[in-house]
């Protein structure tokens, strides 16, 4: 089929490389054009494991630009990729999904095209793309009544193994009120939904997966699907960070605790691991969007608004941990392990890393950092705060007051403990994570300090 995909960001380069590898001919469409430039010379503009190898194989399908009458006009489906930040209010900032929506109504042809939403929006929003879809075809041209349907294709895949979980995904979800757009969709992901693709060999298919659930449904349920998905597993985290606390006042270990409840089928094992909390680019974004949804229907959501209240206490709790062994953070060094939101990223979005070195910088701490992959670009983006960026985790030590563990990096879970901790100012560390060997790191000569 052909298919154009609009936002070339961590889920549109994702979907169109993995539709383009599955036989598809597509066409890859970023107002920046940049990335747009970089992606067209075979470089990918951000870290993804195997991204860049999947984009070769896939190349011959793929073409890359910034010209919307270059894409749209022969495409079957249009997927809307664009970002969906959240604005202060907790809504999420529709701007740039709005003029997608009303670029593709100046240059789609008369004819059926499906228009797909996958970036995570608000309940409601297939309706309105649509209306701006219509409004603006139809203001330029004379040929009637457009003949497109909105769908919604909710996205689940996780950064740092984005390619496993669209070419092996969990389930499919699309929603559309016309079955026709219904149609299409299937047709375009059934060599995923029977698996009958070839893998590519770095990604080989787990002998676990076999055919691929659809739940195809109507356009406000495959909408709230997405929220509710999100929602659900910023609780389950939330929910024992806050275990995790009454587990440190009793003394119980909750590692433990959360192996035990985790065996529970119902319950199941993932998502219950304490530490510093949640962060990235959707679930807090999504979970606050949530509840604007609900507010707007009069509607309260104590549940999620419990779970983000609990995951801002995670981040605070770390300076308080710190103040409490230090006693004095003015002047002290402390070193940050880790600054993406979690390993096999880049992603900074919402990491609690920056958070954490901001609230340090506020008292007075000078923060110094290594993380494998996002260190340049949080020079980009967070340049400005004044955290010293360091070649590794040893330079980080040399001279610290303390170290942090934010993000399990595996590069991190065995380091040089004993020449770490002499070159520190003080042995002390935080394990942010429970990645780390707390006996290990005693025997090394460490203070250790954990978060339940
Ligand atoms: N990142 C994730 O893990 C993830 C997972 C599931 C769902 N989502 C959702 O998917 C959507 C995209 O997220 P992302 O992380 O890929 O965002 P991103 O910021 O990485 O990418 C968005 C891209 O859209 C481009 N863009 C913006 N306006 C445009 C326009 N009018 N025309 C063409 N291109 C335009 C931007 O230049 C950017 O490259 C969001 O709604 C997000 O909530 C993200």
């Not at 089928?265 to 949640?278: D, E, H, M, T, V």
């Not at 992603?347 to 609690?352: G, S, V």
């Amino acid at each position: 089929m052909r298919v154009a995909i609009i936002g070339t960001g961590y889920v549109g380069l994702t979907t169109g490389v993995c539709l383009a590898y599955i036989g598809h001919s597509v066409s890859c469409l970023d107002t920046d054009v940049s990335k747009v430039k970089m992606l067209s010379e075979g470089k990918v503009p951000i870290f993804e494991p195997y991204l860049e190898e999947l984009l070769e194989e896939a190349r011959p399908n793929l073409h890359f630009t910034s010209s919307y009458e270059e894409a749209i006009p022969d495409a079957e489906v249009v997927f809307i990729a664009v970002g969906t930040p959240p604005t202060p209010s907790g809504a999420p900032n529709l701007e740039y999904l709005s003029q997608a929506a009303k670029s593709v109504g100046q240059h789609v042809k008369n004819k059926f095209t499906v228009v797909v939403n996958k970036s995570t929006v608000p309940i409601g929003s297939g309706n309105w793309v649509g209306a701006l879809l219509r409004n603006t075809y139809e203001q330029r041209s004379a040929n009637g009544t457009l003949e497109a349907a909105v769908a919604s294709n909710p996205e689940f895949l996780r950064e740092g193994s984005a390619l496993h979980d669209s070419l092996y995904p969990d389930r499919i979800v699309i929603g559309a009120d016309e079955p026709r757009a219904l149609e299409v969709l299937y047709s375009l992901y059934r060599p995923i939904l029977d698996q009958t693709f070839t893998p590519p060999t770095f990604l080989p298919r787990p002998e676990s997966v076999g055919a691929v659930p659809l739940l195809s449904t109507d356009l406000a349920s495959a909408e709230l699907i997405k929220y509710a998905a999100n929602a659900f597993l910023a609780l389950k985290i939330s929910f024992i960070n806050e275990i995790g606390m009454l587990a440190e006042r009793v003394g119980a270990d909750i590692a433990e605790v959360g192996r035990g409840i985790g065996l529970d089928s119902r319950i199941g094992p993932r998502f219950l691991n304490a530490g510093i909390g949640w962060g990235g680019s959707c679930f807090g974004k999504d979970t606050a969007a949530l509840i604007a949804t609900a507010e707007e229907y009069g509607l309260h959501m104590p549940i999620v608004e419990a779970a983000r209240v609990v995951n801002k206490r995670q981040r605070d709790r770390i300076v308080e941990k710190l103040l409490t062994e230090l006693k004095i953070l003015k002047g002290r060094t402390i070193g940050l392990l880790g600054l993406a939101f979690k390993p096999n990223t880049d992603d900074l979005r919402e990491a609690p890393a920056v958070e954490i070195a901001q609230k340090l910088i506020d008292r007075g701490v000078c923060v110094k950092a290594h993380d494998p992959i996002a260190g340049e670009r949080f020079q980009q983006d967070y340049g400005h705060m004044g955290v010293q960026l360091c070649k590794n985790a040893q330079e980080v030590a040399e001279n610290c007051d303390a170290v942090v563990l934010v993000t399990e990096w595996n590069e991190y879970r065995d380091l040089e403990w004993e020449k770490l901790g002499r070159s520190m100012r003080q042995a002390l560390i935080l394990d942010g994570r429970h990645i780390l060997d707390r006996e290990k790191l005693e025997k090394a000569g460490f203070q250790f300090i954990g978060i339940n």
